[in-house]
């Protein structure tokens, strides 16, 4: 805890922690975003969101080894894992859409156990990092630095969030995702063709996942096990914000973003992943407890 | 007829329990992976009691798995007792640990519903295991090491092979008992409209605890024999294995048929034969083809083998429901 | 005759949507009331506010002079105050012995006899109420194979079972066949006349209700419209207008 004196000795070091968190929780809000999308649209929780975002990572990593610059991964990427999404609700997913959301959950979870080995055994456990070569940033006279790199990275994550939104509000397919999103049924009644939709809606995730995977991988590290964690945080977020929250999911998974950077710092490193998980059987029991008062079930 | 097939039922429990019990001198190359295959059907048997009897699924009974686990060995490392009385001692505090946890997180964790008692428990299982990992009391990342075993050699691996067949036949044994009685009936209450039963006047807090309570035990004791019987205890690979152990509980239930008593015995059992089929002939992909498998069986075999099996052949797995004493009340 | 239930002044509203607003009615004991009313009108909410699934903004509920507005559904359950639901809820993978059998009262399910087997004595009262409601033959059926109209007869049977009071019942007769309907008539005016069982029942049946109430109460808006005796209801312009849609 001595980390945590420090934290008020040097307050600087406070504003580094909180420009740290806010630059990662923009990546944490892509992948939240796409969950909520699948949950809303779909009714499906993906619990390979994590996977799908590793390789994303992967992707970029790959097409850096291969001498693209990571920032035109970031697309590529995008792309590569819409493709995949496709294959894999054609494969598997669209075999659960309709069945309980336990079955759902498990299915995805084995899904994911099935992505990370298969890194796992492909790849290797190594770390992987996609250099992007944009140097650091010196503020307030070198006692905070940012890399370049996560500020861009901040800004892909936005303006991919924004084209996402776009996409749903202007084009056709969005609209038609829209619509199963508030009533399935009338939509199918409508002529829209919701296996299609589903369809779409799954791969567009994955692509979020690619382009939040390809961000990863510039500004921190990629290996087979990062899924999990970014999981965990997307259902955090989904939850405290809310399905079809945007605004929520940006502020809770910047916020979600601070609060790792700093419990990471006052509780130690080893100590982070702890953290993303406790916190979020606290906020599962704190919300109960929450709705307890107006006698309502969290469901 | 009845009376005859009740016998029959009888007997073939009876060669069962026999060959269990010569097991060690008929294969002894394989006790110890006998010995975790009575683990599994612990494993499978508490997961269906929370999950299949109650509905509550959840993936983060390894929870106590670990806790047992890291009692157990600590008190055989501090306690200053013989080895026996240690393992003994041990495994009951990992137990009794591993029950008062159950009882403390009851209220706040079961009443969670659904995806979020789902996810929540997954989130609940790993953070032990990241917590524990961090811990230099508890060895860190680096886990701890139990005693070592005193006997002659291969006296290790028969020893464990007899006491986790005993643990899982106590397991067994009690839910079985406890199956027979109301409590059953309220639990499946709980599974089917929980609201309902709340509305009936049906203490649901007190039930759901309890049946939760009765998991920890059956597992805070088969982590201490485990801790044992492996040799080491690493935090996230065997304590804490959410991603392993934590979800192969759900899978085997699931596969022999959740609900049911033999169900999940059945499940381990192929369960467990097929990953040591995977890990032998499959070497480099074996959890690949695990995960793949345990996708193809939620999607492709969700009723399980005897769900299957009652739809299949009604009149010897379904249960009657013209006038004769077959389920009537409990 | 004293009032088993008496609910003063209660409002409930969510969001901004009232639901219930200032709704004042007594229901003596062992007497059958009626609630009737258009739809919206909030009767299902009054009557989720008085067992007790969600708290209520103003107002008191007594039951048996005791104050129960504060308390949990399980606990009004217990004092012998039950309802059943307008989609008819039963505990669909048990048998009809089964969701007998769970359904005793609580007070004797102790902490012990809970690991025992039910005794012969629920077994053949279960026997006896399914008969009574007609399901005996279909006693070992799985309770989500019935069908829907037969599912209802259950839950009544199932609150039958528990020993209440008071039963709230939402809407009855719905979905049953209307051949069926004086059979059920039948069997909650012997329920109320020999164990005493006080009724308070929602209905949209006109011709059921006036003929099985002693006193209605008619909801419209969230609000108390009008009570009285049957005949007199009938008549009242304001009831007519409200079902007609006048306003």
């Known amino acids: 805890m001595e980390n945590l004196r420090l934290l008020f000795d040097a307050p600087i070091l406070s504003l580094q922690l909180l420009l740290d968190g806010v ?148 084009s056709r397919m969005g609209q038609a995702i829209r619509a199963t999103a508030q009533n399935a049924r009338a939509a199918r009644v409508m002529g829209v063709d919701t296996d299609r939709v589903y369809a779409w809606t799954f791969a567009l995730n994955a692509a979020i996942c690619g382009a939040s995977g390809a961000l990863v991988a510039m500004t921190w590290v990629v290996h087979p096990y990062l899924g999990l964690p970014y999981t965990v945080r997307s259902f955090m977020i989904v939850i405290i914000a809310g399905l079809g929250n945007v605004a929520g999911v940006l502020f809770a998974a910047l916020g979600l973003g601070v609060a790792e950077n700093f419990a990471g710092f006052i509780l130690g490193a080893e100590y982070q992943a702890a953290f993303v998980f406790t916190l979020l059987v606290a906020i599962l029991v704190w919300r109960r407890f929450w709705l307890a008062r107006e006698r309502r079930h969290l469901q | 007829m009845i009376a005859s097939s009740a016998l029959r039922r009888r007997l073939l429990l009876a060669c069962g329990i026999v060959l269990a019990l010569l097991f060690p001198a008929l294969a002894p190359a394989y006790r110890s992976q006998m010995a975790l295959l009575w683990v599994m059907i612990v494993f499978a048997l508490t997961w269906d009691l929370l999950g299949g009897q109650m509905g509550y699924n959840s993936f983060g009974n390894v929870l106590f798995f670990g806790v047992g686990m890291y009692a157990c060995v600590l008190v055989q490392r501090d306690a200053g007792l013989g080895y026996y009385t240690g393992l003994f001692v041990g495994t009951a505090v990992g137990a009794l640990a591993a029950v008062a946890l159950a009882g403390l997180l009851g209220s706040g964790i079961l009443g969670l519903r659904g995806h979020s008692f789902a996810i929540g428990t997954l989130g609940l299982g790993i953070a032990a295991g990241e917590l524990a990992g961090g811990w230099d009391f508890v060895g860190a990342g680096g886990g701890m090491v139990p005693p070592l075993f005193p006997g002659a050699l291969g006296g290790r691996e028969t020893f464990f092979y007899y006491l986790c067949f005993a643990l899982a036949a106590a397991t067994f044994a009690s839910l079985r008992w406890l199956y027979a009685g109301r409590f059953g009936l309220v639990l499946n209450a709980i599974r089917d409209d929980e609201d309902k039963a709340e509305a009936m006047g049906l203490r649901t807090t007190r039930y759901k605890t309890t049946a939760w309570c009765v998991c920890a035990f059956f597992l805070g004791l088969s982590g201490g024999a485990v801790g044992n019987l492996l040799g080491f205890i690493d935090p996230r690979e065997v304590a804490f294995a959410g991603p392993t152990f934590g979800v192969w509980m759900v899978l085997m239930a699931i596969l022999g048929g959740k609900g049911t008593l033999w169900g999940p015995v059945l499940g381990a059992v192929v369960f467990h034969v097929t990953k040591e089929l995977f890990w032998t002939y499959l070497l480099g992909w074996q959890r690949v083809a695990l995960g793949l498998l345990i996708v193809v069986i939620v999607v492709f075999f969700p009723l399980g083998i005897l769900g299957w099996a009652r739809e299949r052949w009604p009149e010897r797995f379904g249960h009657r429901i013209e006038d004769g004493a077959a389920e009537s009340g409990r | 005759m004293s009032a088993i239930l008496e609910v003063e002044r209660v409002s409930k509203a969510f969001g901004g949507l009232v639901a219930n607003k200032e709704v004042t009615l007594r229901v003596p004991e062992g007497a059958i009331c009626g609630l009737i009313g258009p739809n919206g009108s909030g009767k299902t909410t009054l009557f989720n506010s008085i067992v007790g699934q969600h708290p209520i903004d103003a107002g008191s509920i007594r039951f048996q002079g005791r104050e129960i507005s504060r308390l949990h559904v399980a606990q009004i359950a217990r004092l012998g105050l039950l309802r059943t639901f307008q989609q008819t809820r039963i505990y669909g993978g048990m048998t009809c012995m089964q969701n007998m059998v769970i359904s005793v009262p609580t007070s004797e399910l102790g902490w012990r006899s809970m690991f025992r087997k039910s005794p012969p004595s629920d077994l053949r009262k279960a026997e006896d109420l399914l008969h009574f409601v007609g399901l005996h033959a279909k006693r070992h059926l799985r309770a989500r194979d019935l069908s829907f109209g037969q599912q209802k007869l259950l839950e009544f049977a199932m609150a039958l079972m528990s020993g209440p009071r008071m039963l709230l019942l939402d809407e009855p007769t719905a979905g049953i066949n209307p051949t069926l309907i004086n059979g059920l008539l039948d069997q909650l005016r012997q329920v109320n006349a020999q164990l005493g069982i006080t009724l308070l029942v929602i209905e949209h049946n006109m011709r059921v209700i006036m003929n099985l109430a002693q006193y209605i109460y008619c909801l419209a808006h969230g609000e108390l419209l009008a009570e009285g005796k049957p005949e007199q209801v009938q008549k009242d312009p304001r009831v007519l207008d409200a079902y007609l849609g006048a306003r």
């Open chain 1, 23 to 170: 630059l990662i929780g923009a990546i944490f809000a892509l992948a939240a975003y796409g969950m909520a999308l699948v949950w809303g649209v779909v009714g499906l929780i993906n619990v390979s969101q994590g996977e799908l975002v590793m390789l994303g990572g992967y992707a970029a990593w790959f097409l850096y080894r291969a001498g693209l610059h990571p920032l035109f991964a970031v697309p590529l990427a995008a792309a590569l894992l819409f493709v995949a999404g496709w294959l894999l609700y054609r494969a598997v997913i669209f075999r659960v859409v309709d069945k309980d959301l336990f079955t759902s959950i498990l299915a995805t979870f084995g899904l994911s156990i099935l992505i990370q080995q298969l890194a796992n055994t492909l790849f290797g456990a190594d770390v992987r990092t996609a250099e992007s070569g944009f140097g650091t940033l010196f503020l307030f006279g070198g006692a905070v630095t940012v890399s370049r790199i996560k500020l861009i990275s901040f800004a892909a994550a936005l303006l991919t969030g924004a084209f996402l939104m776009l996409f749903l509000k202007r």
